[in-house]
């Protein structure tokens, strides 16, 4: 089982900000997937493994009703550029680099395809959500999709 929280829509300031607050949403509807916050009801459910990217959950769900949602067995990790008090309700926690240490592509609002460039390195051994995503479909066996996917 797979989390994917995305933030809620914010205020549009009519110049950069626009009310979708989810980077490349887009480009993931465009893949196949459909993004959405997740119910406690699903993350109550026993999962051989459960993957959350990101701390956002923690805007949706008190501690308390989380860490009793996560309290059903299986493996917990969490894939986070952050630290912070959900750490502690996982069993294994994956650091990630922030924004300005990706490079790859994105859809905008818009449709338009846009890529974009490192600016600073990463520290070693921390990894971008795609690796990791790449790495557990090639470990599963499946097709990594684009290859600018990674």
Known sequence: MF???????????GFLLTAERTPNL????????????????????????????????????????LAGALGNGGTKVLLSAKTGPL????DVVIPLAVPAEKAGTFINVDGIRQSFGR?????PGVPAESDILVMMANSLGLGSGETDAR
């Open 3 to 13: 989390s994917s929280p995305i933030p809620p829509p914010g205020a549009s300031d």
């Open 26 to 65: 887009r480009g993931a509807q465009e893949a196949g997937f459909s993004p959405r916050p997740p119910d406690l009801e699903e993350l109550k459910k026993p999962a051989d493994v459960l993957v959350v990217f990101g701390h956002h959950i923690t805007g949706l769900f008190s501690g308390e009703a």
């Open 87 to 90: 750490d502690r309700l996982f």
């Open 119 to 123: 600016g600073v390195d990463p520290l």
